[in-house]
């Protein structure tokens, strides 16, 4: 009690907490982090570079869907806007019902591409699935946010 009568309170609490705090580190120096938060930050931080990296360096190879009329074990396919794919290279024969053919190109021209398919189709349309180029993983993944 006061000399008028007030009842104060002391807050012994508060007092001991800002006495701990004053005698750990000088005024103004930084907050000491716990060892953990610091191991996770450094942890995080070479995760996003190694993240940035791959994105960077991994490439996706891209197809193209042209429309294509099978014969037995042969392919056509009118050629798109796209690069022409190379001599041998692995083509897929989609026909109508799904079912999905391996094959090479044996043939390329300004206006058709010829595959040979592993085996005889059993539809006559369909469409010939050949490789179109590589893109980076950061620009497919960048043009799909923006």
Known sequence: MT??????SESVFRDRWRERRSA???FGELVKQPR???AGLVAL???IVA???AAFTITIAQTAALP???QDTS????RGDGPAPDLG??????DASGITISGTVSEVTPTEIVARLERPSSSPAGVLIVPSGRQRLIDVLLSRLL
């Open 36 to 38: 953990w938060i610091t």
């Open 75 to 78: 392919v056509l396919a009118v």
């Open 51 to 53: 993240g940035l990296v």
């Open 24 to 26: 750990s580190s000088p």
């Open 45 to 47: 931080a070479t995760l």
């Open 3 to 8: 000399d008028d009568g007030d009842l104060r």
């Open 89 to 94: 290279s692995v083509v897929q024969f989609r």
């Open 68 to 70: 294509a009329a099978a």
